[in-house]
């Protein structure tokens, strides 16, 4: 069965700090893993991908993510955060193998930025 | 382009009541769907359609029906409303190849049910 989790419900982070949102998951297949981030009454805005070839992805506003294999992890970073950056981040999960188009979105992390 | 754009924004319904959910999308995206989100629970699916003319049941289906008559429209509708229905509604469509494509989602629609 597949699986995400996002250990940390609330990550906080000084302005101009490095951020790290967490994401490990689990299939029985080989991956695609996706990043979304959600802004206030917003609709789930697409991030990043990974879908094969270099492990860092690069993404949008200057977030970029690291896939490993061996941990099954997909972390969102970005080197300097900005208060804007505040909002719920989904990662998300699908079973290249077997799943289809069926995606495993986590419980979400909500980034705070603080100024 | 709208991309994707569902209608109402909020509503309110009495135990029991219906009402249907409009999701429309200009990108000519051939997967569509139609999420849940319930605080601490992510996404669940609970219909989706892989093509105009059909659906599928997704993870939470229960209470929900759809129909999908044209390729642009994806409508969710709820029989008889009760208070555990109560969530923001999400829709998005995917383009083809759908396994590797991210999705896009509409705006939401959050509705309570007393």
């Known amino acids: 069965a597949q699986s995400v989790a996002q250990p940390e419900d609330q990550v906080n982070v000084a302005e101009g700090n490095p951020l790290t949102v967490k994401c490990t998951y689990s299939v029985s297949g080989n991956p695609y893993l996706f990043w979304y981030v959600q802004y206030p009454n917003r609709g789930l805005q697409f991030l990043l991908k990974y879908i094969t070839g270099d492990n860092l992805v690069k993404g949008s506003y200057g977030f970029e993510a690291e896939f490993n294999k061996s941990q099954t992890s997909f972390h969102l970073k970005k080197p300097s955060a900005l208060v804007s950056d505040s909002a719920l981040y989904f990662c998300a999960v699908r079973d290249r193998d077997t799943g289809g188009f069926k995606t495993i979105f986590g419980a979400g992390t909500r980034l705070f930025v603080k100024a | 382009n709208a991309g994707v754009t569902q209608t109402p924004k909020f509503r309110v319904l009495k135990t029991g009541q219906s009402m249907t959910l409009l999701c429309a999308q200009d990108m000519n995206h051939e997967y569509m769907y139609w999420y849940r989100q319930d605080p601490g629970m992510g996404l669940r699916l609970i219909h989706y359609?892989?093509?105009?003319?059909?659906?599928a049941k997704g993870e939470v289906p229960d209470g929900y029906n759809v129909s999908r008559l044209k390729k642009q429209n994806f409508l969710l509708g709820l029989e008889s409303a009760a208070p555990s229905q109560t969530s923001v509604y999400f829709c998005?469509?995917?383009?083809?190849?759908?396994?590797?494509?991210?999705?896009?989602f509409g705006p939401g629609t959050r509705l309570t049910v007393l």
């Open positions: 998005a469509s995917s383009p083809s190849p759908v396994a590797y494509n991210e999705q896009f």
């Open positions: 359609s892989v093509g105009e003319g059909t659906t």
